[in-house]
T-cell receptor, first 115, second 112 residues
Framework: NAGVTQTPKFQVLKTGQSMTLQCAQDMNHEYMSWYRQDPGMGLRLIHYSVGAGITDQGEVPNGYNVSRSTTEDFPLRLLSAAPSQTSVYFC??????????????FGPGTRLTVL | AQSVTQLDSHVSVSEGTPVLLRCNYS??????LFWYVQHPNKGLQLLLK??????LVKGINGFEAEFKKSETSFHLTKPSAHMSDAAEYFCVVNGGYQKVTFGTGTKLQVIP
């Protein structure tokens, strides 16, 4: 199993550009989520999905869109990049049977810089 | 509402000495509690979790944590630090899908 994979590993954008961060998992997990990690702030939940076709907002959803057309994939779209979106982005998945006792499995992260 | 506080942003120990990373939480219900470790430029990996079974939880690499409801704490310990333990550690409160709260992290430095 590859686990949770993310592409790209690094990305530099100019303000106003759009892009999609890719996330895929091969563990047949129902629950997937996106976090951003900023210095001194831990990880904050952006969006999450409890299954194909179902998504919802987390703590910091503004400026980001998601969709979940398959169990495996959960892309994160930046609509119009802003310098405040400079961060490290992590995708995570869990089996999804419980919600609050499940272990989350994290991808290696995407380091995004917006100039 | 729920919150988690990691009381130390940096902890420095000598190799072979005990490790204590402190975590206090606040929750209006009975959440699950997790410790994750992040090595430099890597994703997060589960160390251990508490899910209302035994209050003393053993994890990987010799780490353990004790859930103390009366103190609302979930401190992480290890009897003897190893150089490979140098990393950032996150305490996490999970009250449901959208109720996942991460602490701000504790960076552990191990001095040879």
């Amino acid at each position: 199993n590859a686990g949770v994979t993310q592409t790209p590993k690094f990305q530099v954008l100019k303000t106003g550009q759009s892009m999609t961060l890719q996330c895929a998992q091969d563990m047949n997990h129902e629950y997937m989520s996106w976090y951003r990690q900023d210095p001194g702030m831990g990880l904050r939940l952006i969006h999450y999905s409890v299954g194909a076709g179902i998504t919802d907002q987390g703590e910091v959803p503004n400026g980001y869109n998601v969709s979940r057309s398959t169990t495996e994939d959960f892309p994160l779209r930046l609509l119009s990049a802003a310098p405040s979106q400079t961060s490290v982005y992590f995708c995570a998945s869990s089996i999804g049977t419980s919600g609050y006792t499940d272990t989350q499995y994290f991808g290696p992260g995407t380091r995004l810089t917006v100039l | 509402a729920q919150s988690v506080t990691q009381l130390d942003s940096h902890v420095s120990v000598s190799e072979g000495t005990p490790v204590l990373l402190r975590c206090n939480y606040s929750s209006s219900y009975s959440p699950s509690l997790f410790w994750y470790v992040q090595h430099p430029n890597k994703g997060l990996q589960l160390l251990l979790k508490y899910t209302s079974a035994a209050t003393l939880v053993k994890g990987i690499n010799g780490f353990e944590a004790e859930f103390k409801k009366s103190e609302t704490s979930f401190h992480l310990t290890k009897p003897s630090a190893h150089m490979s333990d140098a990393a950032e550690y996150f305490c996490v409160v999970n009250g449901g899908y959208q109720k996942v709260t991460f602490g701000t992290g504790t960076k552990l430095q191990v001095i040879p």
